[in-house]
């Protein structure tokens, strides 16, 4: 189980108070066991290994003194100090007059903290009342009146320097009061939980409620008790805390099981009986730094990425988002309305997306513009892809290492190199990025859209105007099911140069307005520039074919082109035949960066009339769908890769193989 640590590295504790109370006594008390008859005027800083502290922390404690300290020093040394104990005698109530009218505010302001904004002070203070050997009377009561008007100070103890009377508990107070602070779980003068402590739990609550009843049953909360203390609880002990909580709130039990009021009122016990531990070590637990932020370690573990590799959603992290999403699906209808998905990331700062906007452009939706399991599933795995510290974030808020007992990384598969790829031939990826580049007009955000919808011919007529670049589905490949992403490249002049990162991807898609005779141009110098020389597999595609086509105002026209630079004939794409081999095509040549040749071989010596005349009419098979042309230059590479390994496999089998 993977439980995160907020804890300091040390605890630096300084101890302060007027000439003779006792700090330099109450020190070499500590460090010897015995008290000391000779004592100077200060003593040396002490620093006391960590497999001796309660808390397993390495502690530094530091001693003060008016003799060989001025006031800026002082000053100095409080705001190194993580804690600070004002030291007191219990038979001197001048001393303890001194801790309101001097030291109080002379920590405040060496903290730089104004009287109106108590709260802001970060510094906590421990008030020791020391030499209790020498009085039969308590100064408890009058330390409680100056905890109230004071939120900084955590705690207070009496002991005895002399009699070793709660030395150990002094100091870990003093590293109780650094680790398990209360100030930012409670505010004293309301006898209440801080609005930063209950929103946090509230969260945790959320995170704990697996069938989103609103409750949590004895099965969650003995799970919650696992994930925070890797400890069963047991039956008895659970029906205690009921009792107890029924007792003070009627209504923070229902049908036998924990509401939120009831939730946050055992926290809020938790506090009032100086159990500071066990809050904490859940607010840690779920990721919450000391001052109850989310920590950036939790949120965003550190990945190493390979260069030419890529971020993908391992079946772990597929699984959780799947059961997130069936969880917030209330009604059962296989798709996330408004209020659903606002539910989703209610325990996130906001959702990492636009539900109206981005969502409805960006993944597959049903007919109400509400998104699916499977284009919930879709719209993670670009995230995943394009932004993955987002993924890693959003994770975070959304619990996966809890409920997974690992960090978000398990959520995350890192592919190997493309440059294996190529070597091999194949690519082992199940998401592959295309980018669609043209000219302005060309039909780009169309063509983007028409992978997303059932019915392309729905997308005619329809204005794309819009930020969203990028359009996720998933398409067959050899039966098999991969992620396609197509990212629409806004260029705006043709002689405007591309990115390295516009340029880089799975497979590009040029795209040419076939009725527009200048247009072509664009996509021919694009070529040349960035993919003639590049292993990056290409494909022309000529939108609105229903228009009509134009000869084009270039040198070369679309087929002449291709066949010259060895690259597929131009697919004719238009949004009314409703037909998606494309996005086959562009997937099938990421998945083989290297097969390209055989295709080309293929068209090149015009087998295709070949097998239409000697194999396909026997059949009974027309080649007026153009699928039936691409299947079978399919058919050729896939022969020409097993080809490829048969013989490899012979030449490997002889008596020379090693």
């Known amino acids: 189980m993977v439980v995160w640590n907020a804890t300091r590295r040390n605890v630096r504790i300084l101890l302060v108070g007027d000439p003779g109370v006792g ?8 460090v010897s066991e015995e008290f000391p008859e000779d004592v100077p005027a200060k003593a040396e800083e002490i620093t006391i290994p960590a497999n001796v502290t309660p808390e397993q922390v390495p502690t530094n404690i530091v001693d003060y003194s008016n003799i060989e300290q001025t006031d800026e020093v002082l000053s100095e040394e409080i705001q190194k100090a993580h804690v600070v104990c004002i030291v007191y005698a219990v038979d001197d109530d001048e001393t303890l007059d001194r801790i309101t009218s001097h030291w109080l505010p002379f920590i405040r302001n060496s903290c730089n903290v104004s009287e109106k904004e108590p709260q802001a002070l970060k510094k906590p203070v421990v008030l020791v009342g020391n030499k209790v050997d020498l009085v039969e009377y308590s100064t408890i009561d009058s330390v409680l009146t100056i905890m109230e008007d004071f939120p900084e100070v955590e705690s207070c103890v009496e002991c005895s320097a002399k009699t070793l009377h709660n030395i150990s508990e002094m100091f870990y107070y003093a590293q109780k009061a650094v680790l398990h602070p209360t100030s930012p779980l409670y505010i004293m003068e309301e006898q209440d939980l801080t609005p930063a402590c209950k929103k946090s739990l509230v969260r945790i609550f959320k995170i704990c409620d697996i069938d989103g009843d609103n409750l949590l049953n004895d099965y969650e909360l003995n799970l919650f008790q696992r994930r925070c203390f890797n400890t069963p609880l047991q039956p008895q002990i659970l029906d205690e805390v009921k009792a107890v909580i029924l007792k003070n709130i009627p209504d923070g039990i229902f049908n036998d099981a924990v509401t939120l009021k009831g939730f946050l009122f055992l926290h809020c016990l938790f506090v009032q009986r100086g159990r500071n531990e066990t809050t904490w070590a859940v607010l840690r637990r779920f990721g919450y730094s000391e001052n109850l932020e989310m920590c950036k370690e939790y949120l965003q573990p550190p990945i190493k990425i390979p260069p030419g590799s890529s971020t993908e959603l391992s079946h772990r992290g597929q699984q959780f988002l799947i059961a997130l999403f069936e969880r917030y699906d209330k009604d059962g209808d296989g798709a996330l309305s408004p209020d659903e998905h606002k539910m989703v990331f209610s325990t996130c700062p906001s959702a990492p997306w636009s539900y109206s906007t981005d969502i409805r452009k960006s993944c597959p939706v049903n007919d109400r513009g509400w998104v699916t399991l499977h284009g919930w599933l879709c719209r993670w795995t670009l995230m995943t892809l394009i932004d993955l510290p987002k993924t890693l974030e959003y994770l975070g ?14 959520a995350i598969h890192v592919t190997r190199e493309r ?25 780009k955000t169309g063509l983007c859209r028409g992978l997303l919808v059932e019915d392309m011919k729905n997308l005619i007529g329809k204005d794309f105007k819009t930020n969203i670049v990028y359009c996720v589905n998933t398409v067959q490949v050899y039966g098999q099911e991969k992620h396609l992403i197509l990212r629409d490249i806004e260029v705006k002049q043709v002689l405007d140069p591309l990115q390295p990162q516009e340029v880089n991807c799975d497979v590009a898609c040029l795209v040419y307005d076939t009725s527009n005779p200048r247009s072509f141009e664009y996509v021919a110098r694009i070529y040349i520039k960035y993919y003639a020389e590049s292993k990056i597999p290409v494909m022309i595609v000529g939108t609105k074919g229903d228009l009509g086509e134009n000869r084009q105002d270039y040198l070369l026209q679309p087929v002449e082109f291709c066949e010259k630079y060895k690259i597929l004939p131009p697919h004719i794409f238009t949004l009314k035949n409703n037909k998606k081999e494309l996005y086959i095509k562009l997937a099938t040549m990421a998945a083989f960066p290297r097969f390209q040749a055989a295709w080309i071989l293929f068209y090149k010596h015009r087998l295709v009339q070949l097998w239409e005349s000697a194999h396909l009419r026997q059949f009974g098979l027309a080649t007026e769908d153009p699928t039936v042309w691409w299947k079978a230059g399919i058919g050729i590479a896939a022969a020409t890769l097993l080809g490829f390994f048969m013989m490899k496999a012979f030449h490997g089998s002889g008596p020379h193989s090693k």
């Open 23 to 30: 700090k330099t006594s109450l020190i070499l008390s500590l």
């Open 419 to 443: 440059r294996i790829d190529l070597a091999k031939r194949q690519s082992s990826r199940s998401v592959y990025m295309c980018h669609v580049i043209g000219p302005k007009g060309a039909g």
């Open 397 to 410: 808020y959304l619990g996966f290492n809890v409920h997974e007992n690992e960090s978000q990384l398990a």
